[in-house]
């Protein structure tokens, strides 16, 4: 095994070798650009960037000339809001955003809020699922985009995203779905599941960072968006700039395994991922699973261990690399809004941990962390007041605290 | 963020962790931060003629809290009370070189230790008289 063990592949994902090997060429003989129509540099490039494509847009059942090539993950979540603000602007100025997003969607839904947009957040239930009938009565006229992720990136849980696109038809409203964070782990239709806008990251699924896109709809209706960025106009105007050949090149290859093995691989994570839970569940007492239990992606398993302060977990745990919405180890200092969302307190929150499984991880490693965890939180536990508290028969939330 | 020595010590190596029984005379708990806030510290002396001669401690929180409550039981003991109840924050952040987001669980520490003289202090009026 090799130490630490990575267990944070919601944050980004190695490289697999067979992508890397794809991409190497079009960083040395084939350097076209692919924006060049008079020489057999750019053809080949442009050849392949639309082979990419093609492969891009078949994971998530488009067409090749519906994916917009962005910089990642983010940079695709603000095309699509502030691309759609900026031109159906006229017919309303009211979006409609989950509560559980992303910070690439959150706080771009404040910017707009702040240049004169109305924004409602929408409510999810405790396991992290979007209240669909406030959603139809937050729909108004004005309505003009509704953005719900597909798979939540901190605790996994899958919005029921057909019948969302489906509202969304019906009340002529477009649909952003962020699936950043699942695109490539379950199967995605945006056809099927009528979807406008789609944000796609190639890092996250063992491609190369730098290079993500954006699905926008070509008929029924078809989507028009301001760009962001201006330029000479590649991606149809939407999005200007050289394109990214290596990354693209990497993000086709990434998208043709991901597809490739994504049957086999689901269940695969998911065995891992039921390994690590029931061996936690079986040999600790107050912990509890965020997120939904079923309707949830195979490579997330975020669980609170109570009365543990998820940094100190991490700092117990040093030889595995994870994750926690504790508030000490988040860039903002605030526990996770997106547990917090869920509605069971901020404790929840201060005492998770989120492991994330991939491609490369083993039944070996699932099981030395396990070991690693239980006597972590083992050990953390004697040193913790409020576990003996619990253990006392004392309610934690009828105690009155001496705040700082 | 990469933690010091000096903490990285103390949380593999906890000084004084434990309990006192708290209805015991000469024994005074401090106890202070809220679940919510994601840390709670316990603090705990045994106090003979104004003498601090045991300290434990228990706590919730990062592994700067966990520090810098371990470091301060360590401190307190053969200390009076009033020298204990001097002690600073700042002398914590200092020998444990936490970084400026951490210097709250000093705070905490400080809070922790003056609580639990306090306790001791209430104990021993409510006996005189």
Redesign the interface.
């Known amino acids: 095994m090799k130490f630490p063990i990575f267990l944070d592949n919601m944050s980004t994902t190695r490289v697999d070798p067979r992508v890397l090997e794809e991409m190497l060429p079009y960083f040395s003989e084939e350097f076209g650009n692919a924006a060049s129509r008079n020489h057999p540099y750019g053809w080949k490039a442009e050849q392949k960037v639309d082979e990419s494509r093609s492969r891009i847009a078949r994971l998530i059942h488009c067409g090749p000339k519906e994916i917009v090539f962005t910089s990642g993950g983010t940079e695709s979540c603000n095309l699509a809001i502030k691309g759609v603000c900026e031109i159906y602007r006229e017919k309303g100025d009211h979006l409609i955003v989950g509560t559980t997003e992303h910070r690439a969607v959150i706080d771009v839904a404040r910017r707009m809020e702040r240049s004169g947009f109305r924004v409602t957040y929408l409510p999810v239930d405790k396991t992290g699922i979007a209240d669909l009938e406030a959603l139809k009565k937050e729909i108004t006229d004005k309505t003009i985009l509704i953005a719900l992720m597909y798979g939540n990136h901190e605790i996994g849980t899958i919005h029921p995203v057909a019948e969302i696109g489906k509202i969304a038809k019906e009340r002529g409203v477009l649909y952003f779905c962020d699936a950043a964070a699942s695109q490539g782990f379950v199967p995605m239709d945006v056809e099927a599941m009528g979807i406008d806008l789609l944000a796609l990251s190639a890092h996250k699924i063992y491609g190369p960072k730098g290079i993500g896109a954006l699905y926008v709809r070509k008929k029924n209706p078809r989507v028009r968006l301001a760009p962001i960025i201006d330029g000479g106009g590649a991606e149809r105007g939407m999005r200007s700039g050289t394109l990214n050949v290596p990354a693209i090149v990497g993000f086709g290859k990434a998208c043709e395994l991901a597809q490739a093995e994504m049957e086999t691989e689901r269940e695969r994570l998911w065995k891992l991922n039921e390994k690590l839970k029931k061996a936690i569940e079986s040999s600790l007492d107050y912990v509890h699973l965020n997120g939904h239990p079923t309707q949830r992606l195979p490579n997330i398993l975020n669980m609170s261990l109570e009365f543990v302060e998820g940094e100190s977990i991490l700092m117990g745990i040093n030889d595995i690399a994870v994750s926690s919405g504790s508030a000490c180890t988040t860039a903002t200092l605030e526990p996770s809004y997106v547990l917090i969302a869920l509605g069971a307190g901020v404790e929840l929150a201060h005492t998770s941990i989120r492991f994330s499984f991939g491609r490369f991880n083993t039944e070996e490693e699932i099981d030395f962390t396990a070991k690693r965890v239980i006597e972590t939180i083992t050990r953390l536990r004697e040193m913790s007041p409020l576990y003996d508290m619990a253990k006392e028969g004392i309610d934690l939330k009828n105690v009155t605290w001496k705040k700082e | 963020m990469a933690?010091s020595d000096k903490v990285?010590d103390h949380?593999n190596h906890?000084r004084n962790?434990g309990?006192f029984d708290k209805s015991e005379k000469n024994v005074g708990t401090g106890?202070?931060?809220?679940?919510?806030?994601?840390?709670?510290?316990?603090l705990q002396i045994k106090v003979e003629n104004d003498v601090i001669v045991d300290a434990r401690f228990?706590?919730?929180?990062?592994?700067s809290?966990?520090a810098s409550s371990s470091l301060a039981t360590e401190w307190m003991k053969g200390k009076t009370i009033n020298e204990a109840f001097q002690i600073k924050n700042t002398e914590i952040v200092k020998e444990l070189s936490l970084p400026p987001?951490k210097i709250?669980c000093s705070?905490?520490a400080e809070?922790a230790i003056k609580?639990a003289v306090e306790d001791y202090r209430k104990k021993k009026a409510s006996v005189a008289f």
Do not use: Q, R, W
């Open positions: 933690y990285l949380f906890p962790l309990s106890i202070v931060g809220a679940p919510e806030c994601g840390d709670v510290m316990k228990k706590t919730f929180g990062c592994g809290a966990i987001v709250h705070v905490l809070d609580a």
